[in-house]
């Protein structure tokens, strides 16, 4: 059950933010190339989950 928990909260974290990161900047971010776009997206992604997005929503979950 451990392990449910874990994935629920990392694709909640995940989905809205990649969402909304495509909605605000995805015109910008199509007309570069496949490398640079993961690597933009990649570097506001994973500093985003570990400091803020699993811990607020491991919180959420563990109430």
């Not at 995805?26 to 640079?36: D, R």
């Amino acid at each position: 059950m451990k392990k449910l928990r874990t994935i629920m909260i990392v694709w909640v974290a995940i989905y809205p933010t990649i969402t909304v990161i495509q909605y605000f900047f995805g015109e910008t971010l199509s007309q570069l190339p496949l490398a640079l776009r993961t690597l933009i997206l990649t570097s506001v992604l994973v500093p985003s989950m570990v400091c803020v997005l699993i811990p607020f929503w491991t919180k959420v979950f563990s109430k």
